[in-house]
């Protein structure tokens, strides 16, 4: 049992909650007994190293049994040694060093994509986290993060992901630009959501959502440049009925994802 939270193989895993030490070493942080059992069902050979205490262990039995499964041994510690290695203030117990797995836009241009999601300078991880969640839950093909946007293996943008971050295809570190580009050139028309655009609703009586589409979602407190908003084919605003000032950018894009999904299979 490994007992002492200041030894370096701990300090090293605690290290990856910092973006230099994941850009150096190409690992990142999974927390958490959801989180790494959609890694061991998905994508097991991602996992490096997997670490429990020995009271999560017996709580989340599958874990050990799906980590022997994929011939990988669960060590276990301290509750002291859980809490140095964490990003989180309370650890579940369950900590898991991965290797980083991002896919290439050619590739997911390649497999003939039907709705995606493009974050351009998204900086909150919550949020990007969600909306990855919210592209799982709804079937898009992909997420797109420009470099501008917030690190994909940033610890709260994996916990957001609620595993999700194994279900679907994320590239990352492109430029707009060439997104948007490639992404007209694939086929699929880029509709911006945004507050000047035309009410979500009268697109969806037009039935413009239902051919392959790139949702493109901009910054939180500024939206897109007016520069990246010209390069859209279109527009499209969630309307607020109630009284609310704004709505989350997570929100608004999981209910712009929706409607693509609900339009493409109602075709």
């Keep these: 049992m490994i007992d002492n939270p200041r030894s370096p193989r701990v300090r090293a895993v605690a290290k990856l909650a910092k973006r230099d030490a994941r850009s150096e070493t190409g690992l990142f942080l999974l927390e958490g007994p959801q989180a790494v059992s959609e890694a061991l069902e998905f994508r097991p050979e991602l996992l490096v190293e997997l670490f429990a205490t020995p009271t999560a262990s017996e709580r989340h039995g599958a874990i050990a049994r799906m980590a022997a499964e ?7 510690v301290t509750e002291d040694v859980i809490d140095a290695m964490a990003d989180t203030v309370t650890p579940q117990g369950v900590i898991a060093v991965c290797r980083q797995f991002p896919t290439s836009l050619k590739d997911i241009l390649g497999g003939e994509p039907k709705l995606i999601a493009v974050l351009e300078e998204v900086r909150d991880p919550g949020n990007a986290g969600t909306i990855i969640r919210a592209a799982d839950a709804a079937g898009a093909d992909a997420v797109i993060l420009t470099g501008r ?8 943008v994996v916990r957001a992901t609620t595993g999700s971050l194994f279900h679907i295809p994320v590239a990352v570190g492109v430029e707009l630009e060439a997104v948007l580009e490639k992404t007209k050139g694939a086929g699929l028309q880029v509709i911006a959501a ?3 655009g035309v009410d979500l609703l009268v697109e969806r009586t037009a039935g413009t959502l239902s051919g392959p589409t790139a949702w493109l979602f901009g910054n939180e407190a500024r939206g897109l440049s007016d520069e990246h908003f010209a390069l859209a084919d279109r527009a499209i605003s969630v309307p607020i009925y109630g009284h609310a000032e704004s709505m989350n950018l997570a929100t608004a894009a999981s209910v712009c994802l929706y409607e693509s999904a609900f339009a493409q299979r109602s075709v």
């Design 70 to 76: 994929a011939g990988l041994e669960v060590e276990f």
């Design 194 to 196: 945004d507050i000047k």
């Design 149 to 156: 946007s917030v690190d994909l293996y940033n610890p709260k």
